[in-house]
T-cell receptor
């Protein structure tokens, strides 16, 4: 089956630093990737849609300068949380859609970010 | 409202049927999904239904869709302890496939 990995699985950083999270599709080409964040006991909230080779489309209320998304290849998308603050602490989850199957997307295991 | 709504908890005995309900928001949503999340694992797609269908059955899983009421349900027949997990419903809003909006998830606990 299709596998999506995320790295790192967890990260702790100091307030004011930037953190990069990678999302990789391991056995398929992902023309589109999505980034979500999930607070404890809450639903996943869609942050942005990332298409390979083009700028990401951000959901309303998500700061694009705060959450930088790069989708430079068909198997890799990165999310950089810039100048992180404690309120950015969350679980970040990516998903990837196989270009040959538009009706299904595959989720990564998530990255736990803790900002001190 | 704007949120996808689900009840937060459901407990059933092993062997009984489980029914998880969801109310979504956008009548034009094209696909509606059920995902399963187990501790430490990524979301696993269980099943989905296209908006022009009323019902979909896949082995022990039955999805019912009431478009008029924007109500989606997932029935798990012969529930097993291994079915214990959090179940999320999600709707695909708008024309871009993959832009999913999730409910808060229903914690299903199956008692032996």
């Amino acid at each position: 089956g299709a596998v999506v990995s995320q790295h790192p699985s967890w990260v702790i950083c100091k307030s004011g630093t930037s953190v990069k999270i990678e999302c990789r599709s391991l056995d398929f080409q992902a023309t589109t990737m999505f980034w979500y964040r999930q607070f404890p006991k809450q639903s996943l909230m869609l942050m942005a849609t990332s298409n390979e080779g083009s700028k990401a489309t951000y959901e309303q209320g998500v700061e694009k300068d705060k959450f930088l998304i790069n989708h430079a290849s068909l198997t890799l998308s990165t999310l950089t949380v810039t100048s992180a603050h404690p309120e950015d602490s969350s679980f970040y989850i990516c998903s990837a859609r196989d270009g040959r199957r538009l009706d299904e997307q595959f989720f990564g295991p998530g990255t736990r970010l803790t900002v001190l | 409202g704007e949120d996808v709504e689900q009840s937060l908890f459901l407990s059933v005995r092993e062997g009984d049927s489980s029914v998880i309900n969801c109310t979504y928001t956008d009548s034009s949503s094209t696909y509606l999904y059920w995902y399963k999340q187990e501790p430490g694992a990524g979301l696993q797609l269980l099943t989905y239904i296209f908006s022009n269908m009323d019902m979909k059955q896949d082995q022990r899983l039955t999805v019912l869709l009431n478009k008029k009421d924007k109500h989606l349900s997932l029935r798990i027949a012969d529930t097993q302890t291994g079915d214990s997990a959090i179940y999320f419903c999600a709707e695909n809003r708008g024309s871009t496939l993959g832009r999913l909006y999730f409910g808060r998830g229903t914690q299903l606990t199956v008692w032996p």
